[in-house]
């Protein structure tokens, strides 16, 4: 596994990383909870046939303190919308994960034409009372691996300093990460995305961790019943909420096929 | 130097095996636990022990805010204040405070805090913490990361709404108000002495010296383990280029007071291991919601840990994060921990004297709050402590900080042209 290229951008004053790998048409990711502190097995897959093209979201790792002077639902969006039109995403594929992926749902609802394909992989944005999503932010810091991967050490892995890192910004990026996303979904998750999934025109593949212990399978129905376009949808076996690092090539794979 | 009694109402009859079988104090404390008639019985104690301490001559009364807590039965402070004011003549009322960024309007609490100056005549003290993860973001919901911009922004909201004279529009990021104008206005003019609770934030430190505010170390785990705390604070200020006033500064300390030191572990042991064990015992994943603290105080923290580690120590101090928190807790299995480490100070009159007039001397604190009933604490030892308190150890340092002004205390109205207090005579009423 090589390093992808790194280019960086200016969104709202804050530079912000860009990862590029591979040849072939666009596809962007818009990573999930905690983000991309480094470069995953599932991106590289996907770059092995496409172009693949990852903007960190604000406040993410790469995505310096962005998120500080996003105040509304709108000023997100806007955000978001900079980031996929300033890394020349715009009219490609999108994958988005987690929080990443309610950002994926909202520019192809509201953008319809900044997004040609769409996947998410368990989004946010929705709470079901009979169904309550865990609290994320509520957690013993041990605890959260758990939460996002079905096999904890996954998710541990891509979190763990590496050497040379600054000991000391390494973990407040990584808290900033989960403040971040605090910063727009607290303290349920709840964004109301319901009201824009039926604005979608892009083709959607709703993929879901069979084992994710954040947002329960029935919200994948629920993300389907709001929907006008077309949809498929994939349970993971074997996957938990981020079902892009407990399985990257069985996620991988289904992305592409649905993309050909 | 102040001394300040302070009431935290503790629910008092959590079960023996609370920490056991639930896993925290606060946040989700379930609702079985809670008997309202017993209740009833406790806040009207607790209303007695504080009308009490201001009868006994101390200097303050203090309350605060606390939500979904079996420490802490106070959501509304404010509530516990204006019965107090009714209640008590010349003493200081001190409520160490209202959540700013809980408030909606936050001018709310201008009102509020107005109406309670307006009531007693001058004597309100007007707290400003940010308030507890615990409170704000978990039982309020209030979101981490903007909590502490909206606090700041409350907080001028607040100011300007008791300093101007015209109403006015306020065009904030959080809150925007087209006609600001309270009524009533506060007695205290421009505004009631503001304190601001908090921990070891070096930027609340700083906010609060260019604000000249007092700063309230408000710790439970006693005066030896607050040394590098105040430290940094003192230090902070002679940077800053402020007078060491000991008055800038108040702490909370338990204290139980008896004949002897005998006496007093045999009174005050099982009521401390109550307070640590139960009350405090707080779930760690309502701990550190991200956002909460500042990534300059986090910055702070890890340096001073990684600088700790290489001399070969271990950290001790504040309470700002979760693990030091867990670490302070584990000290407080039994009386003797307890008691060994500094959280509460114990003893015959002249031992309490001694350690106190070290705690103040070496902290440098003049504003002293006092928690003189602590976890299950009856009422008539408590009212005990508070007497011998008063009688045997208040007036050996009373003098202590003589030197230095006290620019943050109330400035109630003249005793003459305020309101006489009838005398409560409920029977009379009935008939």
Not at chain 1, 179 to 196: K, Y
Not at chain 2, 9 to 23: C, V
Not at chain 2, 109 to 114: C, D, H, L, Q, S
Not at chain 2, 394 to 414: Q, S, V
């Amino acid at each position: 596994m090589t390093e992808p290229d790194t280019s960086t951008i200016d969104i709202n004053g804050y530079p912000t990383r860009v990862w590029r790998k591979g040849s072939g048409p666009k596809i962007g990711f818009l990573a999930g909870y905690g983000g991309l502190p480094r470069w995953i097995p599932f991106l590289e897959r996907l770059a092995e046939t496409r172009t693949v093209i990852v903007p960190s979201l604000p406040g993410f790792p790469g995505g310096d303190r962005g998120h500080s002077v996003l105040d509304s639902q709108l000023d997100w969006l806007l955000a978001v919308r900079d980031l996929i039109d300033k890394a020349g995403l715009a009219g490609g594929d999108l994958v988005g994960s987690s929080v990443g992926g309610s950002f994926a749902a909202e520019m192809a609802a509201v953008w319809p034409d900044k997004v040609k394909r769409l996947a998410l992989i368990a989004p946010f944005g929705l709470f079901d009372e009979q169904a309550p999503a865990t609290d994320p932010w509520a957690q013993k810091q041990d605890d959260i691996a758990g939460l996002m991967t079905a096999q904890p050490e996954i998710y541990k892995a891509l979190k763990r300093m590496p050497a040379g890192a600054n000991s000391i910004e390494w973990p407040i990026e990584q808290t900033r990460a989960a403040e971040a996303a605090a910063r727009i979904f607290w303290p349920l998750g709840n964004t109301r995305l319901e009201r824009r999934l039926p604005l979608i025109k892009a083709p959607t593949l709703i993929l879901w961790g069979a084992e994710d212990r954040l947002l329960p399978t029935s919200y994948a129905d629920a993300v389907v019943r709001a929907m006008r376009a077309r949809t498929e949808t994939r349970i993971i076996a074997g996957a938990g909420h981020l079902a892009e690092l407990d399985k990257p090539d069985e996620v991988a794979a289904a992305i592409l096929s649905f993309m050909l | 130097m102040k001394f300040l009694w302070f009431h935290l109402m503790p629910y008092k009859e959590l079960p023996e095996d609370f920490k056991e079988k639930h896993p925290s104090v606060w946040v989700d404390i379930h609702s079985s636990l809670f008997d309202p008639a017993r209740a009833h019985h406790m806040y009207n104690e607790f209303l007695d022990e504080l009308e009490f301490a201001a009868a006994c001559g101390f200097d303050a009364i203090c309350c605060n805010e606390h939500h979904s807590n079996g420490y802490g039965l106070m959501p509304s402070p404010n509530l516990i204040a204006s019965a107090l004011a009714r209640r008590t003549t010349d003493t200081a009322i001190c409520v160490l405070g209202n959540s700013l960024a809980l408030y909606n309007p936050p001018t709310r609490v201008a009102e509020e805090f107005a109406m309670i100056d307006c009531i007693s005549g001058g004597r309100l003290i007007a707290g400003f913490p940010v308030g507890t993860p615990m409170d704000t973001t978990y039982a309020y919901g209030s979101n981490p990361s903007h909590l502490r911009d909206r606090y700041y922004e409350a907080h001028d909201l607040v100011l300007r709404a008791w300093k101007e004279k015209e109403t006015f529009a306020f065009n904030g990021r959080y809150n925007q108000q087209r006609y600001v104008n309270i009524w009533p206005r506060p007695i205290q003019q421009p505004h009631p002495p503001i304190w601001i609770p908090g921990a070891g934030s070096v930027e609340t430190w700083r906010w609060a010296a260019e604000m000249d505010y007092v700063f309230c170390y408000l710790s439970y785990y006693g005066y030896k383990m607050a040394q590098n705390v105040m430290q940094g604070f003192w230090e902070e200020m002679a940077r800053l280029g402020k007078d060491r006033n000991p008055y800038r500064a108040g702490f909370a300390q338990v204290v139980g007071v008896a004949e002897s030191r005998q006496q007093a572990l045999d009174l005050y042991s099982g009521p401390a291991e109550y307070f640590y064990g139960r009350c405090l015992h707080v779930d760690p994943r309502f701990a550190g919601p991200p956002g909460y603290v500042t990534e300059a105080t986090q910055r702070a923290g890890i340096e001073s840990q990684v600088k700790l580690a290489a001399e070969g120590k271990g950290g001790s101090g504040p309470s700002t994060n979760a693990s030091s928190a867990t670490k302070m807790q584990s000290l407080a299995r039994d009386m003797k921990n307890i008691v060994a480490n500094g959280y509460v100070i114990v003893g015959s009159p002249d031992e309490v004297t001694e350690q106190l007039r070290e705690l103040a001397t070496t902290l440098n604190i003049g504003q002293l709050m006092l928690l003189m009933q602590f976890g299950n604490l009856s009422s008539e030892v408590t009212k005990y402590n508070t007497r011998l308190f008063a009688e045997k150890v208040m007036p050996k340092l009373k003098g202590l900080f003589a030197d230095w002004e006290n620019r943050w205390w109330p400035r109630p109205m003249e005793k003459r042209q305020r309101a006489m207090l009838p005398a409560f005579m409920p029977q009379a009423a009935a008939h």
